[in-house]
């Protein structure tokens, strides 16, 4: 059995160093332990869209892939930026507003470099629902309509008969703007113009 001992020193510097290896141990062993209680579900897939990707606004399928009999909820929540200000008419006021981020801060987020974490809040996007896979090999389908620029993040927790949540299995998506005829146009024409001029170097003009 391990034990963390203390010993009593004339040296300032040494109490220190003792408390700081303290705390790092405490501080690894916190990480630890929260990052076991959200661990992914091995038979739980997240099938589409794809994890962690950027699709165009729209409708889109959302689909999951259970491969063994168990319980799952499922959420799709709009992440947005809580921005706080102070009321114009009335400066002593707060007024609290929310704003849609972006497919960099989605990164930022997937990656855990986003600074401010404590700045975002969950929003339902639709309404959450229990589906029960009785089989080995089950897919859940569901068509996401009208889904808007954003970011979101689908969840998909695996519960226990009472209802308690085991595991979690999560993916960001970020949705953009639908492109327009005319950019579409655009962007062929500049793959085009592109494999053209490859062309004209590999077997000259």
Do not use: C, H, W
């Amino acid at each position: 059995m391990n034990e963390i001992r203390f010993f009593s020193s004339d040296s300032s510097e040494k109490n220190k160093v003792s408390f700081a290896r303290i705390a790092l141990i405490l501080s690894i062993i916190f990480v630890m332990s929260f990052s076991s209680s959200f661990a992914a579900d091995k038979n739980v897939t997240i099938l589409s869209p794809l994890t962690d990707s950027t699709v165009e606004e729209g409708n889109l399928l959302l689909s999951i892939k259970i491969t063994e009999p168990k319980t799952v909820n499922i959420e799709v929540l709009e992440v947005k930026k809580q921005i706080v200000e102070k009321d114009k008419n009335s400066p002593q006021k707060d007024v609290v507003r929310t704003a849609k981020l972006k497919e960099e801060d989605m990164k930022k987020i997937v990656s855990g470099t986003y600074e401010k974490l404590d700045e975002l809040v969950y929003i339902e996007a639709i309404p959450s629902e229990e589906y029960v896979s009785k089989n080995t090999l089950s897919f859940y389908t569901k068509k996401l309509e009208k889904f808007n620029e954003g970011v979101y993040l689908i969840s998909v927790k695996t519960v226990n008969d009472q209802g308690k949540v085991l595991e979690t299995t999560k993916s960001y998506i970020s949705v953009s703007p639908k492109k327009t005829e005319e950019a579409i146009f655009e962007e062929k024409k500049s793959t085009g113009d592109f494999f053209q001029n490859l062309l004209k170097t590999i077997f000259g003009a």
